[in-house]
């Protein structure tokens, strides 16, 4: 796989996961969005797991443990701050501050522990990003600024960051499918706890079963694969500032599916989230990874 192909790749995986809030709507409104996301986690990441077990496809034989066990905690966390964080201060914050902040988190990351200094492409390209991404959602009803719910936002942030880097060393060992198996069903167990804590009511219904399987299969298991397998070629501070998309993609699909109606400066913030996604991705070329 070329390196261009590896940033589109990776921006199909975050168009994937931006179909997940379209996806909730359709879903019964009395289950909480905690167990929504363990529930997501374990059909990923179990359906998987079983399939490779079956075909003899894993071998966990020099398998990089520590990573997957560090890669695991980080998605497991993520769930608990950003539904937290969003419940606190609102989804536009929660979500500007979460995915606007794992971009400059991945890229400080990166500088320190892998001694890879940011790009000039790749700073202009998530300073666009960015500012697209707050016109976006700051400019909505709504909004509270909760101290707790702030830093819960940037914890949530750091752990995607985090994630994308200690992924992207488990990657370096193996394949893109096994990985995404593990870490999933070990982030799954670890979230089980929050299917008796939170109510579940509507999630065996017909409408629940659906939605969770789509949320299961196509917003976690085919696009965390498609994230991982662009991720093995090139930097995570680019792949983290390419899941930029997944907003891009919800805030289109709110219009189109649900009838929505945005303002002048959401679309304003939609063009240059488009415009910050497009030159990271035109501008993918052969870089040291």
């Not at 993520?78 to 794992?102: D, H, K, N, P």
């Not at 994308?164 to 070990?186: E, G």
């Not at 299917?195 to 939605?211: A, P």
């Amino acid at each position: 796989m070329s390196q261009r192909i590896s940033y589109l790749v990776v921006l199909v995986g975050a168009i994937l996961w931006g179909t997940t809030g379209t996806a909730q709507t359709f879903m019964p409104q009395t289950i909480h969005p905690l167990a929504v996301g363990a529930s997501r986690l374990a059909i990923g990441g179990f359906s998987l797991l079983v399939i490779l077990l079956i075909m003899r496809k894993i071998d966990f034989r020099n398998w990089p443990w520590r990573s997957t066990l560090y890669a695991a905690i980080s998605m497991a966390i993520f769930q608990y701050l950003f539904f937290s964080s969003v419940r606190l201060t609102g989804v536009a914050i929660g979500t500007v501050v979460t995915i606007g902040s794992a971009p400059v988190f991945s890229g400080i990351i990166e500088w320190l522990l892998a001694k890879r200094r940011p790009t000039r492409v790749w700073i202009m390209a998530t300073a666009l990003a960015i500012i697209g991404c707050a016109l976006l959602f700051l400019n909505k009803d709504g909004i509270v600024v909760n101290p707790v719910g702030i830093a819960m936002s940037l914890g949530a942030g750091l752990l995607f960051a985090f994630y994308t880097l200690v992924n992207k060393d488990v990657l370096d060992k193996v394949d893109p499918v096994p990985a995404v198996a593990v870490i999933f069903s070990m982030s799954a167990i670890m979230l089980m706890p929050f299917l008796f804590l939170f109510e579940t009511e509507g999630l065996m219904t017909g409408r629940g079963i659906s939605v969770v399987l789509y949320l299961g299969i196509v917003t976690t298991s085919v696009a965390y694969i498609l994230f991982s397998a662009g991720l093995k070629r090139i930097p995570s501070s680019s792949a983290v500032t390419l899941s930029l998309a997944e907003p891009l993609t919800a805030a289109i699909l709110s219009v189109i599916v649900v009838g929505e109606r945005l303002t002048g400066t959401s679309w304003m913030g939609i063009a240059m989230l488009l415009g910050g996604i497009l030159v990271l991705t035109l501008s993918g070329r052969k870089v040291k990874v």
